[in-house]
């Protein structure tokens, strides 16, 4: 099971969306703790200069984080709209 971390920006965006659309981001961030390859159909690695993160699809709500399998960690960096997020 990996360890969750988030960004204070991360926690700030979240805090913001409505509180149906948290829950259900927060249980898919749940999930990706437990087990990313349970969602690798929704998970995709971004292009250009940020092709080191991954985002997360939830609904029109993008999740970009990074994970770093030697230590267990996923790093959230955004919790965004997908108009906003990228």
Do not use: C
């Amino acid at each position: 099971m990996y360890q969750v971390k988030f960004l204070k920006k991360a926690i700030s965006e979240l805090k913001v969306i409505d509180p149906i659309w948290q829950n259900r981001i927060k249980e898919k961030i749940t999930q990706l703790a437990k087990d990313p390859s349970q969602l690798k159909n929704r998970i995709k690695p971004l292009k250009g200069k940020y092709k080191k993160f991954l985002r997360l699809r939830v609904g029109n709500y993008r999740i970009i984080f990074k994970r770093k399998d030697k230590e267990l960690i996923i790093l959230i960096i955004r919790v965004a709209h997908r108009s906003e997020s990228y």
